[in-house]
């Protein structure tokens, strides 16, 4: 499983930098089905992590329209993370959810800590 979310964050930050050069419709979705990979597995102190940093990159990224020259491409670099990261808050809120309501209707014996993802193995 952490194989898995390791490639969707790498084919995100890949992702994010060729959004910067290449214009495409489905670059969007692809973040966010990225995002969503590397959120798979994550702790809860690691998603509220990625909640932050998807707040921080939404809203922050467009003031590096101020660097001479490379501005432009970062802002199209950052927002593409941004995206990326709102997928992986997505679907960590998902994931909890789930381990909540789980909890909930489950007898006492069968719970476990929110948080914590069911793995194969």
Excluded: C, H
């Excluded at 707040?55 to 490379?70: M, T």
């Excluded at 960590?92 to 914590?116: C, F």
Aim: no cysteine; proline share 5%.
């Amino acid at each position: 499983m952490e194989r898995f979310s390791a490639v969707g964050r790498a084919l995100a930050v890949i992702l994010a930098i060729v959004s910067a050069f290449v214009s495409n419709p489905v670059i969007g979705p692809l973040l966010l089905l990225f995002g969503g990979m590397a959120a798979i597995g994550n702790t809860p102190e690691r998603n509220s992590k990625n909640y932050q940093m998807a707040i921080v990159l939404v809203v922050g990224a467009s003031f590096l329209e101020a660097v001479p020259y490379v501005g432009s491409y970062l802002v199209a670099i950052f927002t593409a993370l941004g995206i990326a990261f709102v997928g992986a808050s997505v679907v960590a809120i998902t994931i909890t959810l789930e381990q909540r309501i789980t909890r909930d209707w489950m007898p006492s014996s069968n719970r476990k800590p929110v948080g914590q993802v069911k793995t194969a193995l």
